[in-house]
Structures are given as structure tokens and as C-alpha cells.
């Protein structure tokens, strides 16, 4: 699997929009960018993927570099509830192949 | 609808015990996982079954851990003999059977195994 760089920790405030970088310098064609965020003492949970376009869904946004070797999750109102580890996952979409490699995240901070 | 469940939440055990870490996955999931994270690393990979059948094992560290997922339903994780090196976070996630096409995984709140 294809690896993904992620800064170690982001700290943003309340009510305003984080972007979470993510480089994926040896993506391939068939790679799908994944996003998933593990609140404190909880599974991870899906978040967003993409493949090229830019996507949004009612929890972020997903901007993809027009080259695809890097990508930005947007939150556009941080909450609290917010605070996670946020995990950029490249899945090659192979039948039967649907582990996900999970590397260290960014641990987001929001501050009141 | 329910979600994944694990259970048990919490285990203690001494090494050299067993331990047996069940997961029920989302009713109508064919996949369904394991994944752990143990202290200070990331959380790895396991295994994966479809329905009953073991798809990839890849992850599974030694022969002292055994998964069953008898009539594709639910799924136990066995460690026997456990080692200290084991402690640390179980997850199961479970997801729909989509051939060709992404397929969310939802996790479970993990079971924290602590081997003394």
C-alpha cells in the first residue's frame, strides 16, 4: 500500500475551518483516498473518500491536488467534538483486498 | 440499527492465560475484520474474513492467535497462551460485500486487553 505523510498534531479553536494536509507522493491511478478520525476512546470511524474530484459530505470536505499527491480535509466549523485522530488512508480498490493501513494520524486539538 | 459490538470491554489477564475477545459485527456484513493497536504503534491489520472464510490473515502475529467466524455471523479472537506483548487495543469492523466497489468499515469501541 502506498504510504501517506500526515503532520504529527494540528491544534485550531472553536468555530473555525481546519485543513488537515495529507502528501501521497507515490499514489497510483487506481488508489482512493480515505479518511477516517478515531475520537477519544472510540473505534475509528469513516469519514470521507475521493479518487479525484473534490467531495463533500455532511461531516468535511475533501480537496484533491489536480496531480492526486496530496490531499486537504477540510472541517468548516470545528467543534469540540472534533477532536480526533484523523488517519489518511489510500485503499487500491482490488477484490478482495480491503484491509486498511492506518499510519500514526493527526491528532487535532480544539481549543474552546 | 446496531452498531459493532465487542465484548468484553475490558480484560485482565496473567501471562500465560487465555483470552477469548468476541466481536458481533453490523447485522448483513459479509466482511468483517480485526485490527489492533498495541502501546504506542499503529493500529495494524489482523485478519479478514468473508462470511465464514479466512480472505486475508496477513496480520495475525503468531500461531498463538486463532479467529473463528463460525456460520459467518459472529467472530471470536483467541490468544492462548497470552504474552505481554499482546496488550493493547482489539477493533472489529465490519462492512457490506460489494464487489468492485468501496464499502465504508465500521468499527466496534475495541476490547483493552492487558496482559500481566
Known amino acids: 500500500d502506498a504510504k501517506t505523510t500526515q503532520p504529527n498534531s494540528m491544534e485550531s479553536n472553536e468555530e473555525e475551518p481546519v485543513h488537515l494536509p495529507c502528501n501521497h507522493s507515490?499514489?497510483?491511478?487506481?488508489?482512493?483516498i480515505h479518511w477516517y478520525r478515531q475520537l477519544p476512546s472510540q473505534g475509528p470511524e469513516y469519514v470521507i473518500h475521493?479518487?479525484?474530484s473534490n467531495v463533500n459530505n455532511r461531516m468535511a470536505s475533501l480537496a484533491i491536488a489536480e496531480d492526486r499527491k496530496s490531499s486537504t480535509l477540510i472541517l468548516h466549523r470545528a467543534t469540540l467534538r472534533d477532536a480526533a485522530v484523523y488517519y489518511c488512508i489510500l485503499r487500491r480498490l482490488i477484490q478482495g483486498a480491503q484491509k486498511l493501513v492506518f499510519g500514526q494520524g493527526t491528532r487535532l486539538t480544539i481549543n474552546p | 440499527e446496531a452498531g459493532v459490538t465487542q465484548f468484553p470491554s475490558h480484560s485482565v489477564i496473567e501471562k500465560g492465560q487465555t483470552v477469548t475477545l468476541r466481536c458481533d459485527p453490523i447485522?448483513?456484513?459479509?466482511?468483517l475484520y480485526w485490527y489492533r493497536r498495541v502501546m504506542g504503534k499503529e493500529i495494524k491489520f489482523l485478519l479478514h474474513f468473508v462470511k465464514e472464510s479466512k480472505q486475508d490473515e496477513s496480520g495475525m502475529p503468531n500461531n498463538r492467535f486463532l479467529a473463528e467466524r463460525t456460520g459467518g455471523t459472529y467472530s471470536t479472537l483467541k490468544v492462548q497462551p497470552a504474552e505481554l506483548e499482546d496488550s493493547g487495543v482489539y477493533f472489529c469492523a465490519s462492512s457490506h460485500l460489494l464487489a468492485g466497489a468501496y464499502n465504508e468499515q465500521f468499527f466496534g469501541p475495541g476490547t483493552r486487553l492487558t496482559v500481566l
Open positions: 447485522s448483513g456484513h459479509d466482511n
Open positions: 475521493g479518487l479525484t
Open positions: 507515490t499514489i497510483s491511478g487506481t488508489d482512493y
